[in-house]
């Protein structure tokens, strides 16, 4: 199975700074079958983005995804006081689907 | 406004068994593959298996094969997970989710705790 790892595992940053998540694959995604979620405390995970850089419904453009290949790359530009929460990846490429172990964005 | 409610999940022993429930609204749940996923506390979600909008297919994570059986009532507009000979590492919250690839609708979970 693939292998997700995410980096860094906390993310220190100050509000209005730009954040840049990374998420890596032990073998190659399938055609960037690879999305991003946001969790907060007590909830189920909110799905950001899919296909590697198609933003869900609802989701505000601050959020981008990028990658291919086994490197993938989440940016929100301006982080907002909501978005200091956690984040992980999956990918859905192959088999079974695996998530990463998430990165904590922090104030 | 699409819902899913999960229910079902409580303290069991280890090599115990439960069943968990899962019901679907405002969509044609007949029409849709359903997925469930779980998360241990402190960790990421975990893929745990899925079922075909008719039942005939099912796709399992290694760890849960020949103990969990994924199954559905589509004209109950609803989804099961019966889980068998459960150990200490089945230990958490369990999502019903629409789809099969990407998963934008959730359930709230139900927490499944294996302990003696």
């Known amino acids: 199975e693939i292998v997700l790892t995410q980096s860094p595992g906390t993310l220190s940053l100050s509000p209005g700074e730009r954040a840049t998540l990374s998420c890596r694959a032990s073998?190659?995604?399938?055609?960037?079958?690879l999305a991003w979620y946001q969790q907060k405390p007590g909830q189920a995970p909110r799905l950001l983005i899919y296909d590697t850089s198609t933003r869900a419904t609802g989701i505000p453009d601050r959020f981008s995804g990028s990658g291919s290949g086994t490197d993938f790359t989440l940016i929100i530009s301006r982080v907002e006081p909501e978005d200091f929460v956690v984040y992980f990846c999956?990918?859905?490429?192959?088999?079974?689907?695996?998530f990463g172990r998430g990165t904590k964005v922090e104030i | 406004e699409v819902q899913l409610v999960e229910s079902g999940g409580g303290l069991v022993q280890p090599g115990g068994s439960l069943r968990l429930s899962c019901g679907g609204s405002?969509?044609?749940?007949?029409?849709?593959?359903m997925t469930w996923v779980r998360q241990a506390p402190g960790k990421g979600p975990e893929w745990v298996g899925n079922i075909k909008p008719d039942g005939s297919e099912k796709s399992y994570v290694d760890s849960v094969k020949g103990r969990f059986t994924i199954s559905r009532d589509n004209a109950k507009d609803s989804l099961y997970l019966q889980m068998n000979s459960l150990r200490a590492e089945d230990t958490a919250v369990y999502y019903c989710v629409r789809g099969t690839y990407w998963f934008f609708y959730w359930g709230q979970g139900t927490l499944v705790t294996v302990s003696s």
């Open positions: 405002g969509f044609t749940f007949s029409t849709y593959w």
């Open positions: 073998q190659s995604v399938n055609s960037g079958f």
């Open positions: 999956q990918q859905y490429g192959n088999s079974p689907w695996t």
